[in-house]
């Protein structure tokens, strides 16, 4: 089945270190989505990109970092620069503009900083 | 400055009552909204959306108002089940093709028995 894979589920982090998301989709979109959530914050975005190769930033993308080199991978790397790690992040990818059901989304990662 | 607001974090409702779960926005160049579901844990996953070109959209229990004067969308839950329990995410799209959708904060339904 097609879809959007994220792992791992939950990761633990010491601070100071940094910490990559993985994220693979094989629906064969164009564009993914890096969202961050935290609790009455709603979905906020941190990176995307239309096309391999180019990405850009999103409202927050301050301390996060990516890369696009295969059109099924949209790695989400956590730095030592970003301040409050600690959040549920999810990975989103939709086809040649967002058609009509949206986005899909993988199932998540929850990011715990100890 | 937030360009999709939902103005309830939470909301209660017996099981079989209707849910009214709303939602404004300020860009009048949106001209799609969606509307997701989410469970603790778990990614969104799409509902029901609408087009600016129409005022309702209807898909079994759920029905999408829009009210473009008034800037102002609603998701309507009849009858309402315990299983509808989840985070209600509002979204819009600028112009066809767009890539980004832009998110409302959420509102938590909770469906009592």
């Known amino acids: 089945d097609g879809g959007i894979t994220q792992s791992p589920k939950y990761l633990f982090r010491k601070e100071g270190q940094n910490v990559t998301l993985s994220c693979e989709q094989n629906?064969?979109?164009?564009?993914m989505y890096w969202y961050r959530q935290d609790p009455g914050q709603g979905l906020r975005l941190i990176y995307y990109?239309?096309?391999?190769?180019?990405?850009q930033k999103g409202d927050i993308a301050e301390g996060y970092s990516v890369s696009r080199e295969k059109k099924e991978s949209f790695p989400l790397t956590v730095t030592s620069a970003q301040k409050n790690p600690t959040a549920f992040y999810l990975c989103?990818?939709?086809?040649?503009?967002?058609?009509?059901?949206?986005?899909?989304f993988g199932s998540g990662t929850r990011l715990t900083v100890v | 400055d937030q360009q999709v607001k939902q103005n309830s974090p939470s909301l209660s409702v017996q099981e079989g009552r209707i849910s009214i779960l709303n939602c404004d926005y300020t860009?009048?160049?949106?001209?799609?909204f969606l509307w997701y579901k989410k469970y603790p844990a778990e990614g969104p996953t799409f509902l029901i959306s609408?087009?600016?070109?129409?005022d309702k959209n209807e898909d079994g229990r759920f029905t999408v108002f829009l009210n473009k004067s008034a800037k102002h969308l609603s998701l309507h839950i009849v009858p309402s089940q315990p299983g509808d329990s989840a985070v209600y995410f509002c979204?819009?799209?600028?112009?066809?093709?767009?890539?980004?959708?832009?998110f409302g904060k959420g509102t938590k339904l909770s469906v009592i028995p």
């Open positions: 860009n009048s160049m949106f001209d799609y």
């Open positions: 989103a990818s939709t086809g040649t503009g967002i058609g009509s059901n949206g986005y899909t």
């Open positions: 629906l064969n979109h164009d564009a």
């Open positions: 979204a819009a799209i600028r112009g066809a093709g767009s890539y980004q959708l832009t």
């Open positions: 990109s239309q096309i391999v190769n180019d990405f």
């Open positions: 609408i087009s600016s070109i129409k």
